[in-house]
Every structure is written in structure tokens, then in C-alpha cells.
Nanobody, 125 residues
Framework: QVQLVESGGGSVQAGGSLRLSCAAS????????MGWFRQTPGKERAGVAY???????TYADSVKGRFTISEDKAKTTLYLQMNSLNPEDTAMYYC???????????????????WGQGTQVTVSS
């Protein structure tokens, strides 16, 4: 089993930045495909950034150039640095993990087995 715990959400004004963290236990990032997803009421959970077990990173078009996914040296914590935030980025953010890549980036939420509890990000105009 992989356990995931997110932190770092909050409220920020448009143009601001936040960094989300996802602490993983039961596996290192070198053995799982990781994704950051976000969800707003009434909508499906959508992937915004992914990190493959080999370290490859991919981003949704809506966040490319603004969000950056990274990891700590121990490869037990995943980060999502979010810059130039706008109100459309307001959502509950989740990190998720699955065994196996090929591919990792672009996978939909049902493909991920393990989920964190989520952290709210609110961007005001």
C-alpha cells in the first residue's frame, strides 16, 4: 500500500504562488507514477502534472509554464510549485500514485489506485 498526505494549500490572490507537498510512504517516487490532480464541484478530477518513476515530467496545457513538479532528494516527497495563479486554478488538489508507467503522463484519475486526502487551493481576483 502507498499512503499519500498532501499539504500546502491555502488562499492566495491572483498572480500569487503556492507550493503543495505530497509525502509518500510505502513506496519511493522511483517506483511509482505520480500525478497531481484537481477537482471543482460537479467536475471530474483532472490531471495537471505527472512524474514518472524515471523522473519524466509532463504538464497539462492549462498549467504549462506556471506549475512545476519536483521531488526531494530522498524521493519520498513530491512537490507542485504553482506560480502566476489565477481564479481558474481554484480547486481541491490531490496527489495520486499508481504502480507502473508506460505511460505515466496524461493518465486519467481512474488509472490511479492511491490517493491523498486533498488540499484546497483558493485564488481570489
Amino acid at each position: 500500500q502507498v499512503q499519500l498526505v498532501e499539504s500546502g494549500g491555502g488562499s492566495v490572490q491572483a498572480g500569487g504562488s503556492l507550493r503543495l507537498s505530497c509525502a509518500a510512504s510505502g513506496a519511493t517516487l522511483s517506483s511509482v507514477c505520480m500525478g497531481w490532480f484537481r477537482q471543482t464541484p460537479g467536475k471530474e478530477r483532472a490531471g495537471v502534472a505527472y512524474r514518472s518513476s524515471g523522473g519524466s515530467k509532463t504538464y497539462a496545457d492549462s498549467v504549462k509554464g506556471r506549475f512545476t513538479i519536483s521531488e526531494d532528494k530522498a524521493k519520498t516527497t513530491l512537490y507542485l510549485q504553482m506560480n502566476s495563479l489565477n481564479p481558474e486554478d481554484t480547486a481541491m488538489y490531490y496527489c495520486a500514485a499508481r504502480w507502473g508507467d508506460y505511460p505515466c503522463g496524461g493518465r486519467r484519475a481512474p488509472d490511479f489506485r492511491f490517493w491523498g486526502q486533498g488540499t484546497q487551493v483558493t485564488v481570489s481576483s
